[in-house]
């Protein structure tokens, strides 16, 4: 008797840890990248896959009661509102204005980079 872990147990702490990680590239992608849109991009995709992958480990860790079917109506609402919310931010961002980066905005940034080291 190695562990007391069900094989039911087993596959939600997976599935919880799998969502972690997607909500932990979530956060870095909010905090590295350099634009609203691909910030945007980032904590769109990652944070409805990682919701997406929690929720499924949690339903499998309560079985089949009430409490996972409410679990699954709630996954149901986030996959669906996470990815069209982002879409109108940046589509917002956009007809507002709000400036894309290009490469030449790039390779003007590595450029000011090189003259502040020498």
């Known amino acids: ?13 997976l ?9 932990v590239g979530s ?24 919701c997406m992958l929690s929720f499924i480990g949690l339903i499998i860790y309560e079985g089949f ?6 679990m699954a109506m709630v996954f149901i609402v986030v996959f669906l509102a996470n990815p069209i ?12 204005g709000h400036r894309v980066l290009t490469a030449k905005d790039l390779v003007g940034e590595e450029d000011e980079d090189a003259n502040i080291h020498h």
């Open 15 to 23: 599935f919880i840890l799998g969502g972690s990680v997607f909500f």
């Open 85 to 96: 919310g982002s879409h109108i931010l940046s589509k917002a961002a956009y007809k507002s």
């Open 65 to 70: 009661t009430i409490t996972a079917l409410k």
């Open 27 to 50: 956060a870095i992608g909010m905090l590295r990248l350099p634009d609203f849109y691909t910030r945007i991009h980032a904590s769109g995709n990652s944070e409805t896959l990682g």
């Open 1 to 13: 008797m190695i562990c007391d872990f069900t094989i039911r147990e087993i596959l939600a702490t």
